[in-house]
């Protein structure tokens, strides 16, 4: 079953996207993501979450509206990173696919790259799975890390921003 994080971040994704439904099922439970728009313009966005229960039969949970009000901070902090990047002519690396973000190769490592690292462009700074494959991002130039768009252990999608650099 998903996660209350998991179900948030994939509520962000969708937000994000031009996707207006979302399915998804695995071991008897079930997510619709539905996104409507109302007359005044702002997004709804209507989370059904059904969950098995323990003999095979079902529950459905009472719908959660989240207005485009709670979603705003999350959209704010993409604006301010998208105007930094232009006025500061940072370079992004962004996600070659879907999949998970890890900042580290295991829980116990310390992540590839931290704020004010210096890289270069075969310097691997993180890996994105998909598909149970572990892939390596590599940064493209050389560089300094300004920022680090994505949480380790975050959903990201294809073209994603995952980190700003400074080139050199």
Do not use: W
């Not at 962000?12 to 979302?22: M, N, R, T, V, Y």
């Not at 105007?83 to 490592?109: C, L, Q, R």
């Not at 691997?124 to 940064?139: D, H």
């Amino acid at each position: 079953m998903l996660k209350i994080q998991e179900i948030r971040e994939l509520i962000k994704l969708i937000d994000e996207s031009s996707i207006e439904e979302f399915k998804f099922e695995q071991s008897g439970s079930k997510v619709t993501l539905r996104k409507n728009v109302n007359t005044k313009g702002s997004s709804v966005q209507q989370v059904n979450v059904p969950t098995a229960a323990t003999h095979a039969t079902s529950h459905v949970a009472e719908p959660t509206t989240v207005r485009q009000e709670e979603l705003q901070s999350s959209m704010e902090e993409k604006v301010v990173a998208e105007k930094d990047t232009k006025e500061h002519n940072y370079h992004t690396i962004k996600s070659p696919m879907v999949g998970t973000f890890y900042s580290a190769p295991s829980p116990d490592s310390s992540p590839y790259v931290s704020i004010g690292d210096k890289v270069k462009e075969d310097t691997v700074v993180c890996i994105v799975e998909a598909m149970k494959l572990m892939n390596e991002i590599e940064s493209e130039l050389k560089g300094e890390i300004v920022e680090i768009l994505a949480e380790n252990g975050q959903l990201v999608e294809y073209g994603q921003e995952l980190f700003l650099v400074k080139p050199e």
